[in-house]
Structure formats: structure tokens, C-alpha cells
T-cell receptor, first 115, second 112 residues
């Protein structure tokens, strides 16, 4: 079946540091890949997505590239801010999985950014 | 435009009582999902509605959990005879294109 594996958190950084949150996946077909962000006390929000190999999703300074050869979709940001403190979820949607459109989510990675 | 809304935002109930959680999806979204998020845990899929098709209930943890979606819009998740392990945040999401999901703010359920 499908699965998403994220690096364990929390990730603790100083403001303006470089961020990488690793995400790898297994899927039976050609999934679309997503990063969602959950700020404290809120629901998840889509941060960025990529629908095919070599696509790069980007938003709010965050980027992730769909790497089919390494089955990865690592999230990066060049200079984090305190306001980026949140939980980040990697997810995939793979309609090849018997026609189901139920996404598969990673366990989430908590990011804490200190001033 | 209006996003996904959920009510109540917080619910405290006694063990053994029934609770109903409501989700109002984005207008025009045909897919609706319920998830459970326990403290420090990821998302646990519960149930999925797509248009007028029969729902996918494969994630419901026990027969105490049920959900319905009326008129292809509002959904209610019902938990009967609540247990302490049911305490969690219940998230609802809707989707138009079966890929990108839009989440509500969640209902925090506490069973005492």
C-alpha cells in the first residue's frame, strides 16, 4: 500500500536558518504530492503541491521538488521566520490505488523557530 | 470565499454519552473527509464521502462511530457511548478535484 515517511521532530532552528524537512513515499501509481502546514489551534492548510515527476511546488518561500528516482519530496526554505513555527505534513494522493482518493499523510514534523 | 466550517469548536462530554460533530464543506465540493488527530499524532482517516456514492467507512475505528452526509453537503460525525480514548481533534476536509483538500479548524473533543 501507500505510505509517507517524514523525519521525526521537533526541528528547532534559529530565525534565518535554512530548513529541510525530509519526506519519502511509496506508492503503486503516479501520485500527486503535497505539503500541508498546521499552525497552532488551526486545521491544515495546503502549502504547496506537485503533480508529476520533476515538478517543483513553491509558496511563501518554501519549495519542494518531486523526485521520482528517489521517491522523495523534501521541503526546503532558505531563511525561516518565527512565524513559520508549525507542524508540517507531507501527503500523497494516488488514484491508482484501486480508484481511492483517500490521501495518505505522514505523521507530521513540528518546526520551532527561535528569534 | 467561505471555507470549511466545523462545530462545535470544543466539546467536553462525559464517558458513555453520545456526541455529534458537524462539518459544513465548501460549496460545490463533492468530496468530504473526516480525520482524527490525537495529541502529537498524525492524521487518522475515518470516512470519505464522494458525491452520491456509498461512503468509504474503512477508517472508522469501531461501530460506535458513524457519519452521514445530507444532500451532498453538510456532514455529521456521531460517536456513541464515548470513551476516553475518543478524546482528540476531529478534522473535516472537503475537495473539489479529489486531490487538494481544504480543512476546517477542527472540533476538540474531550471525554471525561
Amino acid at each position: 500500500g501507500n505510505s509517507v515517511t517524514q523525519m521525526e521532530g521537533p526541528v528547532t532552528l534559529s530565525e534565518e536558518a535554512f530548513l529541510t524537512i525530509n519526506c519519502t513515499y511509496t506508492a503503486t501509481g503516479y501520485p500527486s504530492l503535497f505539503w500541508y502546514v498546521q499552525y497552532p489551534g488551526e486545521g491544515l492548510q495546503l502549502l504547496l503541491k506537485a503533480t508529476k515527476a520533476d515538478d517543483k511546488g513553491s509558496n511563501k518561500g518554501f519549495e519542494a521538488t518531486y523526485r521520482k528516482e528517489t521517491t522523495s519530496f523534501h521541503l526546503e526554505k532558505g531563511s525561516v521566520q518565527v512565524s513559520d513555527s508549525a507542524v508540517y505534513f507531507c501527503a500523497l494522493s494516488d488514484p491508482a490505488s484501486g480508484g481511492s482518493y483517500i490521501p495518505t499523510f505522514g505523521r507530521g514534523t513540528s518546526l520551532i523557530v527561535h528569534p | 470565499g467561505a471555507g470549511v466550517s466545523q462545530s462545535p469548536s470544543n466539546k467536553v462530554t462525559e464517558k458513555g454519552k453520545d456526541v455529534e460533530l458537524r462539518c459544513d464543506p465548501i460549496s460545490g465540493h463533492t468530496a468530504l473527509y473526516w480525520y482524527r488527530q490525537s495529541l502529537g499524532q498524525g492524521l487518522e482517516f475515518l470516512i470519505y464521502f464522494q458525491g452520491n456514492s456509498a461512503p468509504d467507512k474503512s477508517g472508522l475505528p469501531s461501530d460506535r462511530f458513524s457519519a452521514e452526509r445530507t444532500g451532498g453537503s453538510v456532514s455529521t460525525l456521531t460517536i456513541q457511548r464515548t470513551q476516553q480514548e475518543d478524546s482528540a481533534v476531529y478534522l473535516c476536509a472537503s475537495s473539489r478535484d479529489r486531490y487538494e483538500q481544504y480543512f476546517g479548524p477542527g472540533t476538540r473533543l474531550t471525554v471525561t
